[in-house]
């Protein structure tokens, strides 16, 4: 634990599934509904700091979190990304996108191209399909 990383010391948005290895939190991004992180629970700062097993468990558990989504919300596209520039603990952003929401086809923190955030019929149901992704592994 690094006891000046904000994702050491707090779970990085709402805890959906944890392992030993990693969480799944549900992210707060206005605009972005079904937005979530794969959070790796111990610090480190990139893949390449992690043994083989652990790597292929990290983007099993992305693939399950984008399966789940596509499924859940089927947007036009997902985003995954794991910048770490600003919190240098390794994380994967799992972003659904849809045509209509503020910054399509921009990146999510681009410039807004169009006012109101995207709402979805079915978020609700997002942590189950996480949850069932999850049990496959």
């Given at each position: 634990?690094n006891?000046?990383?904000?994702l050491?010391l707090?779970?990085?948005?709402?805890?959906?599934?944890?392992?030993?290895?990693?969480?799944?939190?549900?992210?707060?991004?206005?605009?972005?509904p079904?937005?979530?992180?794969?959070?790796?629970?111990?610090?480190?700062?990139?893949?390449?700091?992690?043994?083989?097993?652990?790597?292929?468990h990290?983007?099993?558990?992305?693939?399950?979190?984008?399966?789940?989504?596509?499924?859940?919300?089927q947007?036009?596209k997902?985003?995954?990304?794991?910048l770490?520039?600003?919190?240098a603990?390794?994380?994967?952003?799992v972003?659904?996108?849809?045509?209509?929401?503020?910054?399509?086809?921009?990146?999510?923190?681009?410039?807004?191209?169009r006012?109101?955030?995207?709402?979805r019929?079915?978020?609700?149901?997002?942590?189950?399909?996480?949850?069932?992704?999850?049990?496959?592994?």
């Amino acid at each position: 634990m690094n006891t000046g990383c904000e994702l050491c010391l707090r779970p990085g948005g709402t805890l959906i599934w944890r392992d030993n290895r990693c969480r799944v939190v549900a992210v707060d991004e206005p605009g972005h509904p079904g937005f979530c992180r794969v959070i790796w629970n111990n610090h480190i700062a990139e893949m390449s700091d992690l043994a083989a097993d652990d790597r292929a468990h990290c983007m099993a558990v992305v693939n399950a979190v984008e399966l789940a989504l596509r499924e859940t919300l089927q947007p036009a596209k997902i985003n995954l990304a794991s910048l770490g520039n600003m919190v240098a603990h390794l994380h994967w952003h799992v972003i659904p996108r849809f045509h209509d929401d503020p910054q399509f086809p921009q990146p999510v923190w681009g410039q807004r191209q169009r006012e109101g955030p995207a709402i979805r019929p079915g978020t609700g149901h997002l942590v189950a399909a996480v949850l069932r992704e999850l049990q496959r592994l």
